[in-house]
């Protein structure tokens, strides 16, 4: 069993930044693929960065590539989505997952309650 807490959501003008932090409980977190995925208002759920147990294997869905990076720090328990040059079209709840397939890109079978950001033009 994995619980996963999200924090370091809020309101960002356009083309600003935020760091999104993921702190997972329990000593099997290395153990563990981790995703960040995000749902907007009316919108499905998707998929937003993964990587991998090591970290040496990472992907990014094409609408946030080169503006966010995903890392993990296993000592610490921690995943993080670095986001920079943020738009409107960022805005959504985003969820931290975890899964133990190699990479966690379209399911989870862990998942956080999600942290709200907001972008304003």
């Known amino acids: 069993q994995v619980q996963l807490v999200e924090s370091g959501g809020g309101l960002v003008q356009a083309g600003g930044s935020l760091r999104l932090s993921c702190a997972a409980s329990g000593r099997t977190f290395s153990r563990y693929a981790m995703g960040w995925f995000r749902q907007a208002p009316g919108k499905e759920r998707e998929f937003v960065a993964a990587i991998s147990r090591s970290g040496d294997v990472t992907v990014y869905a094409d609408s946030v590539k080169g503006r966010f990076t995903i890392s993990r720090d296993n000592a610490r328990n921690t995943v993080y989505l670095q986001m920079n040059n943020l738009g409107p079209e960022d805005t959504a709840v985003y969820y931290c997952?975890?899964?133990?397939?190699?990479?966690?890109?379209?399911?989870?079978?862990?998942w956080g309650r999600g942290t709200q950001v907001t972008v304003s033009s």
């Open positions: 997952a975890a899964d133990d397939a190699p990479l966690a890109t379209s399911r989870a079978k862990y």
